[in-house]
C-alpha cells in the first residue's frame, strides 16, 4: 500500500476521485487479455498532459514504479504493474485534438479508441489503416506502444508506418517531443520510433501525430476454401510473389472454422482444411483485374471454392467469422497462449507445417489463423491451466513455436509486443549485444528505472 501522504499528493494533482486504492479496483488492474496478473499500489487517471508531468514527477520523487494503461487489451503482459507502484491510466486523455485533411494528419491524445479515429478521418475521406481486431476497444496509446498491426498490414503497413511523431513524459517529469506533421522528417535519427513499439519502458506518451492516406474508391472481397491448409498458406507466397498487392490476406484454419461455425452458425464450411479472406483495393479498372488475377491464383494452388461478395453486406458477411475468432476461441478452452509469430511471407507455407507439427506432437489444440500476408500467423494454443500435465504440454509447444519462429528468420511479435510474456525469448532474436544494448537505452532514458519496470530487456526470469 502507498503511504497516505502519497496518496494525499496524487490526489491533489489529479482529484480524488482519479485516484483508486481499493482492493477490488487493485484486482480489476492486475490484468491485460493474458491470464497473468499483479496488483498495482494505486490507480491515478490523468486527464491532462499537466497532470501526467506532475504524476511522474511525485512518483520519481518516491521511487514508485509508474505503469500506463490504455485498454488492457494488450496479449503480452504489457500494462500489469509487475512491480507495484501506480497504474497509470489514459483513457481520460481521449481527444482528437485535430484531423487535417490537406497534410493528411491527426493528432490525438493516447487514450482515443482507435475506432473513433478511423471514424473521424472517414468523415474527410481519409483512413487510418492500422485495425486491430481489438480496433472498438483498445487505445492509440497503446497501439502506438505495441505498434500494433491488423488485417490491412499487407498493403498499408502496421501503425508503425503512421506514427509521425509522439511527445512523451519522462521519468524525470521533462517533455520530449519527436517528429513533426512532415511525413519525411529526416532531421536525425528516427526517435519517433524509438517510442513506437517501447511498450511504456520508455515514457508516457502523452500527444501522437499520426499519417493518413486517402479512402481507396472501391474494394472486392472474396473467401477461398481449401481443403488442405497447406494448400491455403501456398496461396499467400504465390499471391504475393505476383505483383499484387492485397489489402488483407487472412488465413484461417478448419478448428478456427469450426468453433466459429460452433459459435455463429452461419454455414462455413466445417469440412474445409483451411480457408483464406482475401480484399483487394484501389481504383475500379484495376480492383476487377486484381480480384479475377487473386480468384485465379487461388483455384490454381487447389482451392475448391472462391466466394466473391457482390455487395457490401456480402463482404461483411465473409468478414463476421474471421471477427468472431477470439470471442469463438474461447469457448473451446479456458486458457490460450495467442502468439504473432511472424516469419518472412515466402516462408508462411513452412511455419503453417510446423505448427501442424507441434500439435501434433504435443496433442494440444492449435488454431492456426492470423494476417498470412504480411507473415504474421496467430498460432493459438489452447490449454487449461487447472489441469498441470495439460498446461506443460501447452508451454512446450509454445517454446516449440518460438524456436522455429526464430530459426526461420522471423520475429517473436509481429503486433502483440514482449511485455514479459515473451520476455525470457527476447535475447535469441535480438543477439546479447542486441540485447544489451536495449539495456543501455532504457538506462539512458530512464535512468531511475520506474518507467514499466520487469519487461523487455528487464525480464528478471530466465533466458532461453
Ligand atoms: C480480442 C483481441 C484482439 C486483438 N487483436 C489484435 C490485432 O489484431 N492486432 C494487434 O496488434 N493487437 C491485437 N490485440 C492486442 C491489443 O489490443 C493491442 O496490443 C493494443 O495495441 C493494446 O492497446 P490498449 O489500449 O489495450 O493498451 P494496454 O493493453 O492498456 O497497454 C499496452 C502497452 O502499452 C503501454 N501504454 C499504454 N498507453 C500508453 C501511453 N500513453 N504511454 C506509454 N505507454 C502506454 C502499456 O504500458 C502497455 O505496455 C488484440 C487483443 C484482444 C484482446
Redesign the pocket.
Known amino acids: 500500500m502507498l503511504k497516505p501522504d502519497v496518496i494525499k499528493e496524487l490526489s491533489a494533482v489529479v482529484g480524488a476521485d482519479h485516484v483508486m486504492t481499493a482492493n477490488e479496483d487493485m484486482i480489476i488492474y492486475s490484468n491485460?487479455?493474458t491470464m497473468f496478473n499483479a496488483k498495482p499500489e494505486a490507480i491515478v487517471q490523468p486527464g491532462s498532459r499537466d497532470e501526467v508531468v506532475e504524476i511522474v514527477k511525485i512518483a520519481d520523487r518516491h521511487h514508485l514504479p509508474v505503469?500506463?494503461?490504455?485498454?488492457?487489451?494488450?496479449?503480452s503482459g504489457?500494462?500489469i504493474p509487475l512491480k507495484g507502484g501506480i497504474v497509470l491510466e489514459?483513457t481520460r486523455m481521449n481527444r482528437i485534438l485535430k484531423v487535417d485533411p490537406v497534410n493528411k494528419v491527426a493528432v490525438v491524445e493516447?487514450g482515443v479508441i482507435a475506432f473513433a479515429l478511423t471514424t473521424a478521418a472517414n468523415k474527410v475521406g481519409l483512413l487510418y489503416p492500422p485495425d486491430?481486431?481489438?480496433l472498438k476497444?483498445?487505445?492509440l496509446?497503446?497501439?502506438v506502444?505495441?505498434c500494433?498491426?491488423?488485417p490491412k498490414g499487407v498493403k498499408y503497413g502496421i501503425t508503425r508506418n503512421f506514427v509521425l511523431g509522439v511527445e512523451a513524459v519522462l521519468s524525470d517529469g521533462s517533455i520530449v517531443k519527436t517528429g513533426n506533421e512532415v511525413d519525411g522528417d529526416m532531421a536525425g535519427p528516427d526517435w519517433t520510433m524509438l517510442f513506437t513499439g517501447s511498450?511504456?519502458t520508455l515514457?508516457?506518451?502523452i500527444s501522437i501525430t499520426l499519417r493518413l492516406v486517402p479512402i481507396p474508391a472501391v474494394k472486392k472481397t472474396m473467401m477461398a476454401i481449401y481443403d488442405r491448409l497447406e494448400d491455403a498458406a501456398k496461396t499467400v507466397s504465390v499471391t504475393m510473389a505476383s505483383g499484387i498487392i492485397p489489402t488483407t490476406l487472412e488465413i484461417m484454419d478448419n478448428l478456427s472454422i469450426v468453433s466459429v461455425e460452433n459459435y455463429l452458425k452461419i454455414g462455413l464450411p466445417v469440412k474445409a482444411g483451411g480457408l483464406l479472406l482475401i480484399e483487394v483495393d484501389g481504383v475500379e479498372s484495376t480492383v476487377e483485374e486484381d480480384a479475377k488475377r487473386v480468384s485465379e491464383i487461388c483455384k490454381k494452388c487447389g482451392a475448391s471454392e472462391v466466394k466473391m461478395a457482390k455487395t457490401p453486406a456480402e463482404a461483411e458477411e465473409l468478414w463476421l467469422a474471421r471477427r468472431s475468432i477470439?470471442p469463438a476461441f474461447g469457448q473451446v478452452a479456458p486458457c490460450k497462449f495467442a502468439e504473432d509469430a511472424t516469419v518472412p511471407r515466402s516462408l508462411v507455407p513452412v511455419l503453417v507445417e510446423k505448427v501442424l507439427e507441434i500439435q501434433k506432437k504435443y496433442d494440444v489444440p492449435i488454431f492456426i489463423c492470423g494476417h498470412a500476408g504480411d507473415g504474421n500467423m496467430h498460432p493459438t494454443i489452447m490449454f487449461d491451466k487447472r489441469n498441470k500435465e495439460q498446461k506443460e504440454r501447452a508451454e512446450k509447444a509454445l517454446h516449440e513455436v518460438h524456436i522455429v519462429t526464430l530459426e526461420l528468420g522471423g520475429t517473436l511479435s509481429g503486433?502483440?509486443?514482449i511485455?514479459f510474456a515473451k520476455a525470457p525469448y527476447l535475447r535469441a532474436e535480438t543477439g546479447l549485444a542486441g540485447y544489451k544494448l536495449g539495456q543501455e537505452i532504457k538506462k539512458a532514458v530512464d535512468p531511475t528505472g520506474i518507467l514499466?519496470p520487469g519487461k523487455m530487456f528487464f525480464y528478471e526470469g530466465e533466458l532461453h
Do not use: F, Y
Open positions: 491485460d487479455a505503469t500506463c494503461r490504455g485498454a488492457g487489451t494488450c496479449l504489457g500494462p489514459m493516447p486491430p481486431s481489438s476497444e483498445s487505445t496509446g497503446g497501439n506502444s505495441e500494433a498491426g491488423g511498450e511504456g515514457g508516457v506518451i477470439n503486433e502483440h509486443g511485455g514499466n
